[in-house]
């Protein structure tokens, strides 16, 4: 069986594949036979090494930090799943998915809806359960209220716009003027585009501003955050890790996201999807044999949705 490995960290050119041997399921476990294997960032963080004094990686790595694909064997008599049933994860980090298989705990896995396709299923647990925990759980979204969403046409962005719209939300999306339809085809009810107008210096007031590609900061959005609101950001750096401390005590709240791979979160997602509420966008589709190229394209930062890797098997 063929994955993407690499063996020391650099740039995207260290990654290559190679053959491997399928290990058995263990008990608790389901061995994934894997359709597709969705692109995210911090995919090409931890590969450069960016990451390495947060999290060190045991190399050789395979990168890949969501999935979905078909039960192959499933390692408990009793299990939740079979053979044949189609799924779609988050992966823990020590993970990954640019594989043709791979062995999930199944208390992460869930079943797939019915109605998209393998690629789209795949790119969707990882910015999906970003987008999801971030407004809901630390943003406490309720109908009403009015939402921000700063980089509405990356992975994270494209899924909150959704995922605000199905709380019954009003919706400002921050998108660069070629993405404006882009960005109003997942149901933004307005859109600011950045390079005419600065989002921070607008008279409005949001009771949540997510910056879905953490290039602002609480500094900048102070003056458009509404009483009792929340400003949220992708990237969970020390000031916005100790700033959270503070959170109970002040009427602006600040928070950084680390999204948990929670099955019941994705199960919650898969209800949206299958009320035809959520969808992902892909701009491109890569093979194994791509992944580098894939690597490269997402590093310019500049990738409309997602990417995806499609087996071939
Ligand atoms: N902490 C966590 O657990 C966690 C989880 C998931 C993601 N993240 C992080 O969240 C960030 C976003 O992830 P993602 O998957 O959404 O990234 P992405 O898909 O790579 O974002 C690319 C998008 O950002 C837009 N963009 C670039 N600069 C912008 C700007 N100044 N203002 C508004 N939009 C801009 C680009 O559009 P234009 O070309 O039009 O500018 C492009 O569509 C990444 O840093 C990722 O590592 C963190």
Redesign the pocket.
Known sequence: MKKVIYEKYGDADVLKVTDFEINEPAEGEVLVKIMAAGI???DY?IRSGALKFIYRAKLPRTPGGEISGIVEKTGSKQSAFKPGDKVYAMLPISVGGYSEFVNVKEDLLSLMPENISFNEAAVIP??GL?ALQALRDKGNINPGMKVLI??G?????MFAIQIAKAFDTEVTA???G??ISFVKSFGADHVID?EKDDFTKSENKYDIVLD????SSFGKCKKILADKSAFIT???SPPVMLRQIINPMVNKKVFG???KPLSKDLDFLTELIAQGKLKAGIEEVYSLEEAAKAHKH?ET????GKLVIEMKH
């Open positions: 995210n960032p911090v963080k990882l910015a970003t700063n980089g046409s990356g992975g994270v962005g921050v998108c660069s070629k993405n950045y879905a590609v953490a290039k992708t990237i969970p996201i680390l999204t997402i930062g500049r990738v409309k």
